[in-house]
């Protein structure tokens, strides 16, 4: 009952949501700072302040396990897995994907079009990664916070605001490396 | 007289004369490297259409994904035989690249890729003597495999096993074994700053054309060539 008037809500908020889920995504990476973040009552609160009715994480080879909730009597529901073949169509299915810096998640996410909330790992000594993050960030294609600074992220995140990321193109390079090399232009 | 003549030559041929052998030796060396770097970024090819064999350098970390990408839009025909080369601890990344290989199908119908893995000179968190054991037995490697390949072009984005292979492609052109064209796409992950590979590629000048995928590091490395974002 109560998750029926959340999906409303959430409907009437955000327009094309498919009323669900998906968080989290560390790909091959160890991040459990992330996990143990999203695992969290004040993250959990305002996810479902936000009108997220599923959480679904994915732990990886990560040694905490979060707990699950079925999302009866008001709350988040939330599942986990540590690996999936069938990334792509959990992408798909999700109207928020929480991530880890790297740059193939970002990618991946973005060019399915789904907001972004990258959470930068502060425990990497060379933290590189944080500069793609945080550029993408001021080009606003994303959110970009820190683990202990997800909930507030999350509560001040304005999704219409960001503006959808635009698919590279590798053509350029490949024109210059057939002319360099003398094969006639295409 | 004769012996007065072969004493004096020995003599200078021990002091001397042995100085100056290694001057001009490595003078000539030198001139070499200067006339290598110099030649460098120039294409030497006339217009043609025949193939070169290339050498592909993977790697975890999203730069793989980053290289199909780019391979995804150069035609197969003129980049063959490629030799894919991963860190012999990735698995993934020559399981993708088998992948992408089946996914389109050859113009000349016949196989043109073959997949090698190579030794990592150092993993995350190894001592500095065992590196140092690592990284000797990586570059005999590297160098087994390219002599075994010896690649007309090769195209890396960074991982750090493609270094070494670089390098040695280099000492083939100043030996003048082979000439093989160095593309290097530094990888979208690096927007301010060059990656360690990246950085000795752009300032040894080992690598034929630079690119960056974001305008701060063309600002910054003028030599760079800006492409934009390949994702």
Same mark, same amino acid.
């Given at each position: 009952m109560r998750r029926q008037r959340r999906e409303d809500k959430e409907e009437s908020s955000y327009r094309d949501n498919t009323a669900k889920l998906r968080s989290l995504y560390p790909g091959t990476t160890l991040f459990d700072a992330l996990v143990k973040e999203v695992d969290t009552p004040e993250v959990k609160k305002e996810l479902y302040a936000k009108g997220f009715t599923h959480l679904l994480i994915?732990? *990886?080879? *990560?040694?905490h396990i979060p707990s699950k909730s079925? *999302?009866?009597? *008001?709350a988040l529901a939330v599942d986990y897995f540590t690996f999936s073949s069938s990334i792509a169509e959990t992408l798909r299915s999700a109207s928020l994907v929480i991530s880890h810096a790297g740059s193939g998640s970002i990618f991946e996410t973005l060019r399915a079009g789904k907001p972004l909330i990258v959470a930068v790992n502060e425990d990497l000594m060379d933290n590189h990664q944080a500069e793609l993050a945080e550029e993408l960030a001021e080009r606003k294609h994303l959110f970009c916070t820190r683990p202990h600074m997800l909930h507030r992220t999350i509560a001040d995140m304005k999704i219409e605001s960001l503006i959808p990321y635009l698919p590279g193109d590798a053509k350029p390079v490949a024109n210059l490396i057939n002319r360099f090399l003398g094969f006639p232009e295409d | 007289m004769m012996e007065k003549d072969k004493e004096c030559l020995l003599s200078m041929l021990d002091s001397k004369g042995f100085t100056i052998f290694i001057t001009f030796t490595i003078t000539l060396i030198v001139i070499r490297v200067i006339y290598v770097i110099h030649r460098s970024g120039k294409p030497m090819r006339p217009k043609t259409s025949k193939p070169v064999s290339t050498l592909i350098v993977l790697g975890s970390g999203g730069h793989t994904a980053e290289m199909l990408n780019l391979l995804s839009v150069l035609q197969r025909g003129r980049f063959a035989p490629r030799y894919y080369i991963a860190a012999a @601890?990735?698995?993934l990344s020559l399981q993708k690249a088998r992948m992408f290989e089946n996914s389109t199908n050859d113009e000349t119908g016949v196989a043109t890729a073959e997949f090698m893995q190579i030794y990592r000179s150092r993993e995350v968190g190894q001592s500095y003597i065992s590196s140092a054991l690592t990284t000797s037995i990586a570059i005999a490697h590297a160098l087994w495999l390219m002599i075994k390949i010896r690649p007309q072009v090769i195209l890396c984005n960074g991982?750090? @096993?493609?270094f070494p292979l670089c390098l040695i492609a280099f000492l083939f052109k100043i030996v003048g074994i082979k000439w093989p064209f160095i593309f290097y796409v530094e990888s979208i992950?690096?927007?301010k700053k060059l990656s360690l590979c990246g950085l000795l590629l752009y300032k040894l000048r080992i690598a034929d054309q630079f690119y960056v995928q974001w305008p701060q590091l063309q600002q910054k490395y003028h030599r760079a060539l800006y492409v934009g974002c390949l994702m």
């Open positions: 994915q732990i *990886g080879r *990560g040694s079925t *999302g009866e009597d *008001g | @601890t990735d698995n991982p750090g @096993t493609c992950a690096r927007v």
